[in-house]
Every structure is written in structure tokens, then in C-alpha cells.
């Protein structure tokens, strides 16, 4: 079981910029990747970013150049900076760990509580 505490979600405009924040514990956080997730009303969840354990990173297509993921080891805590965001950004945002070997799927079948994104058109 890992525990996974998502935050800094928000209400913004289009165009707006909101940086979520995501903490587990140490012993998990800094041996492995890290990757956020979303899921819009009536849809599946699906990968947004991830980032490996030596910072390497990763975006899904619909967010590639607007959002960044970064990583604070010393905070064991992993952030997604989104920028120029849209009304399909929508979504409750999650975080997990994920598998070094293929960085959309999640280590462990437990979730956080999420933050809620809404971005106004």
C-alpha cells in the first residue's frame, strides 16, 4: 500500500497556469519513477506525465510543451507545473508511482484522493 497526497488544484481561466504538488513517502519516492494522471467526467483515467527517478521525463501529446514535471527528492514530492491550460484540461489529477521500464503504468492499484483542475472557457 503506498500513500499518495495530491494537492493545489483549482479553478482557473484558459490560458490560466495552477502547479500541483504530490507526496508520499521517502522510502518509495526517491528509488522510483513518478507519474501524474487525469480523469475528465465520463472518461478513463489517463497518463498525463512521468518522471524517473534520475529526472528523466516524459508527456503525453495533449499536454507536451504546456505542462512540466519536476521532482524534489528532499521534499519526496513530485510536482506538474501546467501552463496555457484549456477547458479539456478538466479533470481530477492524480499522481502514482510507476514502473521504470514503462512509465504509464502504475506500480500499485491504490490511488490518492486526487485534485480537482477546472478550467473555465
Not at 499518495?4 to 526517491?30: K, N, P, Y
Request: glycine fraction near 12%.
Amino acid at each position: 500500500q503506498v500513500v499518495l497526497v495530491e494537492s493545489g488544484g483549482g479553478l482557473v481561466q484558459a490560458g490560466g497556469s495552477l502547479r500541483l504538488s504530490c507526496v508520499t513517502s521517502g522510502s518509495i519516492f526517491r528509488i522510483n519513477a513518478m507519474g501524474w494522471f487525469r480523469q475528465a467526467p465520463g472518461k478513463q483515467r489517463e497518463w498525463v506525465a512521468a518522471i524517473t527517478s534520475g529526472g528523466a521525463t516524459n508527456y503525453a501529446d495533449a499536454v507536451k510543451g504546456r505542462f512540466t514535471i519536476t521532482r524534489d527528492n528532499g521534499k519526496n514530492t513530485v510536482y506538474l507545473q501546467m501552463h496555457s491550460l484549456k477547458p479539456e484540461d478538466t479533470a481530477v489529477y492524480y499522481c502514482n508511482v510507476v514502473s521504470r521500464n514503462d512509465l504509464m503504468r502504475t506500480r500499485y492499484d491504490s490511488w490518492g484522493q486526487g485534485t480537482q483542475v477546472t478550467v473555465s472557457s
